[in-house]
């Protein structure tokens, strides 16, 4: 069992930066590819981001690469999303989730996931 805090959502002007984290609890954290994802009001879950455990490769949608990155730190159980040039098309809330198996097919879905967080609001103002 993994459970999963995310934090450091706000309201933040068009063109700003910021920098969301996941914070994990339970089983050991440094066995868990992780993801994030985001979903905006009347739209479906979609993916942003991931790692694998070892942190050495990174994955991204199409709309946000180049100006979000995703990292983790295992030591300090956290993940992280970093992000610049944010636009209004940015705003929603942004998960963060835990999958045992991952693949480059299946890290776009949310179904490949086993653990979510509650989620941190994005909010982007134009």
């Known amino acids: 069992q993994v459970q999963l805090v995310e934090s450091g959502g706000g309201l933040v002007q068009a063109g700003g930066s910021l920098t969301v984290s996941c914070a994990a609890s339970?089983?050991?954290?440094?066995?868990?590819?992780m993801g994030w994802f985001r979903q905006a009001p009347g739209k479906e879950r979609e993916f942003v981001a991931a790692?694998?455990?070892?942190?050495?490769?990174?994955y991204y949608a199409e709309s946000v690469k180049g100006r979000f990155t995703i990292s983790r730190d295992n030591a300090k159980r956290t993940v992280y999303l970093q992000m610049r040039s944010l636009g209004p098309e940015d705003t929603a809330v942004y998960y963060c989730?835990?999958?045992?198996?991952?693949?480059?097919?299946?890290?776009?879905?949310?179904?490949?996931?086993?653990?979510w967080g509650q989620g941190t609001q994005v909010t982007v103002s134009s």
């Open positions: 989730a835990a999958a045992t198996i991952l693949t480059r097919a299946t890290m776009i879905s949310p179904s490949a996931y086993r653990y």
């Open positions: 339970g089983r050991t954290f440094s066995d868990y590819p």
């Open positions: 790692i694998p455990w070892s942190g050495d490769d990174t």
